[in-house]
């Protein structure tokens, strides 16, 4: 009965555990799904995967070309056949008269002729088409280089006053492929329609944009070579109430486009699939709002659901978002499904680290949980740690059969739970089980009531196994409890060792204690003895190749003990309130260091650590002016790097912050992304930059969160006109995928380890010599 009993409150205190508290709880988790689908899908992320999705489902749902519209193409066989392009005018004069013989619905010709010619050219291109009341030309706008006026590019007057004019203006994406059309064009003194509006008859008053369908099978269009043409080699019933698009698609003319999933063509496909779209109907462009929502709402669902249900929910999500465009899109109905699919995915993968972390907190024999749960349980964290070591359990469980070590495992704690002190038990491998008493437990007679249980043998299988146990406490040091529960397994190994029952934790036994408790008094004199040093790691500009700065960083080499971890005495000085110091030592040598290198070479920047605690000081702003003027350093040179982790205490902080920015010094807001990642931080913050931490920049290869998170920082950091930095670079592929992200300067190994002065000056001076050779 104790052993159900204890089983059972800790498997119901794990479920709670689980269910309820802790950063993957499913509010927790729903919510930063949701907050980052959003974000996905309003800075666009998904467009790479959501075009190729689209040119997949174009292929599967391909159809067809209507025939209506037909496509003289002025290609290298015409330019072979005719004459160089441009063809005089009167020669493309012929073109048109040829193409009204054959009596077609309209001719529309995408091409520009906004200068004029020869006199008498000109002139027989503009009575060709004179004689034919439904021939276009192509016009665009571009907006000027002054006050925003319009710069129209039309058919020079004599022939735009004889014909009609359309639009063919196109908006490209970056891998040159087009998606939107608009329906008409405003021109300086007028509004003009499409090419695709006027060959689908579909004329309407706004300047929108719709989406093109691609599903039309490009050889399925009507295409004839314009020298066949000029040369009758054409039959007039090819023409004969057809639309006709006279185009080019020569490769040396220029004009080319990739036509998504079918290659690269002549801009004047682009109207024509346009117009084929509208043909069939007005598309309709949903955005990625339903598909997110869709997705939101199961994603809600299954982290509640849990389980197979919950599974089940994100499987049809995931089918539907791939499913349904299939279905609606040849309705020219059109949806984005990848802020969807992302939001289906991070839930999956965070369901399924719930689900790894759970199993990482029970052990597999018992199901009770471990050592880990231990380590994370918070409430434990005020009360004695008692472990029990069984001696022999190795030697045991050889023996037996997994469900007889499960056995043996319920036997052992059934007997550790007897008595009121005892709320729930931890087990570890190799024979380890562990469990807190509360304060003023006698614990003495407690473990000794315990001990003499373990002299009775246990039972498996019907056979007495003696079990051996020894036992280790750790009253309570305010440490954390996973260097506890280490102190209560070294005191239980010593107690084995010294063939005692049980044994207390002696904490003079640390090591290094005297170190440790002596290290801030001894950081305090090895600034004054010269032991503490600044390196500089080069920060590369990443636009121009060239070592634009470095970050100041602090060294400790201590004469006995060699190199001190940054992180072990930076860490100490700023929670004990001992930061200033070593600040201003590193923000003097720095400032020094860069005032050199500004006076001896090309302007340098230099970027030094400001700890949060140090803006309580509102004289700080005052010390960094001496040492700039000291040193003759220009402000802007300067930039104070404010850990972004770091929360602002009162408006004093800020005060000290803006202070600093009206020096004229930059603020950066250093490892972004692993605390306070808001808008309103960085609204708070007088800052010019952000430096993205090295735990993204070093994973998003292989991570996709990280590789958003990155991208969807450089592209934040940009609309607020803040620069921004990535630190953390080691391989050259991560240095070219930041490249192509526009991110402004890049810091790690694969551009310079934090090295002395010395060595950066020498670095400096031989990249000066290789760029003037």
Request: glycine share 8%; aromatic share 6%.
């Amino acid at each position: 009965m104790a052993s159900y009993e204890g089983n059972r409150q800790t498997m119901a205190w794990l479920r709670r555990r689980e269910g309820k508290t802790g950063p993957e709880s499913p509010a927790k988790l729903l919510a930063w799904t949701i907050g980052l689908g959003l974000l996905f899908g309003v800075i666009g992320a998904g467009e790479y995967v959501e075009d190729r999705l689209r040119v997949v489902r174009n292929h599967i749902n391909e159809r067809p070309a209507s025939g209506e519209i037909v496509l003289v193409s002025i290609n290298d066989k015409s330019l072979r056949e005719v004459h160089r392009w441009p063809w005089p005018r009167d020669q493309y004069a012929q073109l048109i008269t040829r193409i009204d013989a054959a009596q077609p619905a309209m001719q529309l010709h995408d091409i520009i002729l906004p200068d004029r010619t020869e006199l008498k050219r000109d002139r027989v291109l503009v009575a060709a088409a004179a004689e034919s009341n439904h021939v276009y030309f192509a016009a665009l706008n571009r907006a000027g280089a002054r006050e925003g006026t319009i710069a129209d590019i039309r058919p020079f007057p004599e022939l735009e006053a004889v014909s009609r004019v359309g639009s063919i203006l196109i908006n490209y994406n970056y891998a040159n492929e087009i998606w939107r059309i608009p329906y008409r064009t405003a021109l300086s003194d007028k509004s003009v329609p499409s090419f695709a509006a006027i060959l689908a008859g579909k004329e309407k008053p706004s300047d929108e944009f719709f989406r093109i369908d691609y599903t039309f099978d490009v050889k399925s269009i009507p295409v004839v070579s314009a020298s066949d043409v000029l040369a009758g080699r054409v039959p007039a019933s090819f023409f004969r109430g057809k639309k006709v698009v006279v185009g080019t698609d020569a490769e040396r003319i220029g004009d080319q486009y990739l036509i998504p999933g079918r290659g690269k063509y002549g801009g004047v496909y682009v109207h024509i699939f346009a117009a084929e779209t509208l043909l069939r109907g007005s598309p309709i462009d949903l955005g990625w709002l339903p598909g997110f929502i869709l997705a939101a709402l199961l994603s809600g669902a299954a982290v509640f659901l849990k389980g197979r249900r919950g599974a089940a929910c994100l499987a049809t999500g995931v089918l539907l978002l791939l499913a349904l465009p299939l279905i609606v899109e040849p309705q020219l109905i059109f949806v984005d499904v990848t802020a969807g699919l992302f939001v289906a995915i991070w839930t999956a993968a965070g369901l399924g680290l719930r689900y790894v972390r759970s199993r990482g907190l029970t052990n597999p024999v018992s199901g009770l949980p471990n050592l880990v749960a231990l380590r994370r349980a918070k409430h434990e964290r005020d009360r004695a740690i008692i472990v029990a070591r069984v001696v022999n359990y190795p030697q045991i469980v050889s023996t037996l059969s997994l469900a007889n070590e499960r056995h043996l495992a319920q036997q052992i704690v059934s007997r550790l739970n007897v008595g009121s002190e005892v709320d729930r038990v931890y087990q570890g491998d190799e024979g380890i089980f562990a469990w807190t008493v509360p304060a003023g437990t006698a614990i003495g007679h407690h473990i000794e009531a315990l001990h003499a249980l373990f002299r009775s043998p246990a039972k498996i299988a019907g056979k007495p196994i003696d079990v051996a146990v020894s036992f280790g406490v750790e009253i309570g040091s305010g440490r954390s409890i996973a260097n506890r529960l280490g102190s209560a397994l070294v005191a239980a190994d010593e107690a084995t060792a010294e063939g005692l029952r049980w044994k207390y934790h002696d904490p003079e036994r640390l090591k290094d204690a005297e170190w440790r408790l002596s290290l801030l008094s001894q950081l305090d004199q090895a600034i004054d003895d010269g032991q503490v040093w600044v390196a500089y790691q080069p920060q590369l500009d990443l636009r121009t190749n060239t070592i634009r700065g470095a970050e100041a960083l602090a060294r400790w080499t201590h004469p006995e003990k060699g190199p001190i971890s940054p992180t072990e005495f930076i860490a100490a000085a700023e929670q004990n309130d001992r930061i200033e110091k070593l600040t201003l030592f590193v923000l003097d040598t720095a400032v020094a260091a860069a005032a050199r290198l500004n006076q001896e070479h090309s302007t340098f920047d230099m970027a030094v650590n400001l700890s949060a605690r140090m803006l309580t000081d509102k004289t700080l702003p005052s010390k960094v002016k001496a040492i700039l003027d000291r040193h003759k350093l220009d402000p802007k040179r300067l930039t104070l790097e404010l850990t972004e982790t770091a929360t602002l205490a009162s408006a004093g902080d800020l005060a000290s912050l803006f202070g600093l920015r009206d020096l004229g010094v930059r603020i950066s807001i250093d490892d972004y992304g692993t605390g306070l990642s808001t808008l309103e931080y960085l609204k708070k913050i007088p800052a010019d930059e952000i430096k993205i931490d090295q735990t993204f920049v070093k994973s998003m290869r292989d991570h996709r969160s990280d590789l958003v998170m990155v991208q969807s920082t450089i592209v934040l950091a940009h609309s607020l006109g803040r620069t921004v930095v990535a630190e953390g670079i080691e391989t050259r592929e991560i240095l070219d995928m930041l490249i192509a992200m526009k991110c402004e300067v890049g810091q790690g190994f694969i551009i310079g380890r934090p090295s002395s002065l010395n060595d950066l000056i020498k670095r400096l001076l031989a990249e000066r010599k290789r760029r003037a050779a």
